[in-house]
């Protein structure tokens, strides 16, 4: 456990506040869905370590491959262990032994793990068919002898349909709707596999499940996690800027390079990236080869490994894609669907993304190159030619941060080919504009925007440095109602915050407020380093 885990109040604050409730009558499920890495266990153990209440059992079990007899033995183990952690009992990590010492205070619920274990040793099929509601049933029979509420948390929940359980989700939603007195908290690192499980299987009108996403560190965390880390070793702050750019925000990735900065004690970004993605032994460069190896059981893997580098390259239209690989577009359509379902990939509109943009860099500097260079070549080639794709990277970081936001944001909407993207689940066409110009406003907040126009299609964006008001967006609605153009869009990109009562001024007005955040993910589209303000 990590006890130096960093920021995060929000995530934790909400599991204190949805357990606390339960002892109230209260129970509302979560789930927490998010990337491998991206520190959801570190926020429950943190939880865990913060938590103290008698009333309430936490029950912490990581779902992992292994036999249904010792997920059977792990779950009544660690409910029995933390049920008597405040009994002043000795314990030790012995089922045998934690079933005696409970007996004298749940003697209903110890008899029904004899008879599950019996059950179980015996291969009794209807005992077995229904074993891991027999399980549940536990804690409702707990809080019958004692009145105390338990907490599930089932760490990658996801990996109990291999347990092979017959019917397992029907019986488990049924579950879910009796058993009142128990609160689940579930976690998944399969993103998509986790929200059809939660949409198709326990979506329930009562015991459904609060959906949780956990995100990378936004740009100010990222920054003041830098910051905190690396004070007193040199590095610049636009230095810090294209970390933040390069890792996304991921803390995985933010940890590790600043670890090595200081291992290396250098502020030479291009010697500490090689250092973990190029050399054979560093840390990213065995995560990401471990990572390729999933693709290599498939049939057809070559195919797999060929649509990520051409995402990783900038290719990532299924219809560019297609015509490169020389293959159908319903068989690389299908090899997507797959790449999405397994979370390497995520499809907006018309556009494909790899989900971890340091994996994408690596896939291309690192891997694709090592497979393109002749044999000949020596390592010392290969390895300058990384160094040039990592001075690039890094120059065209520099070399836009310094640009105007108007300008910045221009060389981004010149890209539109009308394509079509999905922002918060609304999907939007990216029009090819003929025309696109600064626009000077005359309100007292916003000054600054542009004026992008085609036969069938008009946008007006306005941008801020600073905290979009309510009187910003006003404002901003009267200069667009000059404009009489029936196919408007109306932008309003906050660089800063947007207070809450300007949010609600802007839908009723039908608004569009894009934060940083949203701006980014269209530059990722369009290759584009990001808005790093």
């Known amino acids: 456990m990590k006890k130096d885990l960093f920021d995060r109040q929000e995530y934790i604050s909400l599991l204190q506040k949805r357990v606390g409730d339960l002892k109230y009558g209260y129970r509302q499920n979560i789930a927490v869905i998010g990337d491998e890495s991206v520190g959801k266990t570190s926020i429950i153990f943190k939880f865990l370590d913060k938590f103290c209440d008698v009333r309430i059992v936490p029950v912490y079990l990581e779902i992992r491959p292994g036999t249904l007899q010792n997920f059977v033995n792990r779950f009544i183990a660690n409910l029995l262990y933390n049920f008597l952690l405040n009994s002043q009992e000795p314990l030790k990590e012995d089922l045998e032994f934690l079933i005696e010492r409970a007996e004298k205070y749940i003697p209903k619920t110890t008899a029904k793990i004899r008879d599950i274990l019996s059950a179980l040793g015996r291969n009794k099929k209807k005992k077995i068919r229904n074993i891991f509601t027999e399980l549940t049933c536990l804690c409702e029979t707990i809080h019958q002898e004692t009145d105390k509420f338990c907490i599930l948390i089932l760490d990658e929940f996801h990996h109990l349909e291999d347990l092979g359980i017959k019917n397992f989700y029907r019986d488990w939603s049924k579950s ?14 399969a993103r998509h596999k986790a929200k059809n499980i939660l949409s198709k299987h326990l979506s329930l009108l009562f015991g459904n499940f609060e959906v949780v996403p956990v995100e990378p560190f936004d740009v100010k965390t990222s920054q003041r996690y830098l910051e905190s880390r690396l004070s007193g070793y040199g590095i610049k702050k636009d230095a810090l800027s294209f970390i933040i750019n390069f890792t996304a925000g991921s803390p995985l990735y933010l940890e590790i390079i600043s670890e090595e900065i200081i291992k290396q004690n250098t502020e030479d970004l291009k010697q500490v ?12 460069h065995q995560r990401f080869s471990n990572y390729l190896k999933r693709f290599l059981d ?3 893997s070559h195919d797999y490994l060929s649509i990520l580098h051409l995402v990783s390259g900038g290719h990532n239209k299924i219809r560019e894609i ?3 690989l020389q293959k159908p577009r319903k068989e690389i359509l299908s090899k997507v669907n797959s790449l999405i379902e397994m979370d390497a990939l995520t499809r907006s509109g018309d556009f494909l993304t790899l989900n971890d943009r340091v994996f994408a860099f690596w896939l291309k500097a690192v ?3 090592k497979l393109a260079l002749p044999f000949a070549f020596e390592l010392k080639d290969q390895k300058n030619l990384f160094r040039e794709n990592t001075e690039s990277l890094i120059n065209e970081f520099m070399a836009n941060s310094l640009k105007p936001i108007g300008q910045r944001i221009t060389e981004l909407i010149r890209q539109f080919e009308n394509e079509v993207i999905q922002i918060e689940k609304k999907k939007l066409r990216l029009s090819h504009f003929r025309e696109i110009k600064p626009l000077q406003f005359n309100g007292k907040g916003l000054t600054n925007g542009l004026i992008c126009r085609c036969p069938d299609n008009l946008w007006l964006i306005a941008f801020k440095t600073d905290t979009v008001t309510e009187d910003d967006i006003a404002e901003f609605a009267c200069e667009c109602r000059k404009y009489r153009h029936k196919l408007q869009k109306k932008i309003v990109i906050a660089l800063g915050e947007v207070d ?23 530059m990722d589209l369009f290759y584009k380093p990001r808005m790093i303000i």
Do not use: C, V
């Open 176 to 189: 879910l709707i009796l058993e009142k007195n128990t609160m689940y908290i579930i976690t998944s690192s």
């Open 298 to 300: 498939k049939p057809n």
């Open 367 to 369: 891997y694709q190159d």
């Open 500 to 522: 809450p009562n300007a949010k609600l001024a802007a839908l009723e007005e039908k608004i569009l407020t894009w934060d940083t955040e949203h701006l980014n993910q269209i």
């Open 322 to 324: 297609a015509q490169m």
């Open 273 to 284: 990236l090689e250092r973990i993605l190029f050399d054979a032994s560093g840390i990213l």
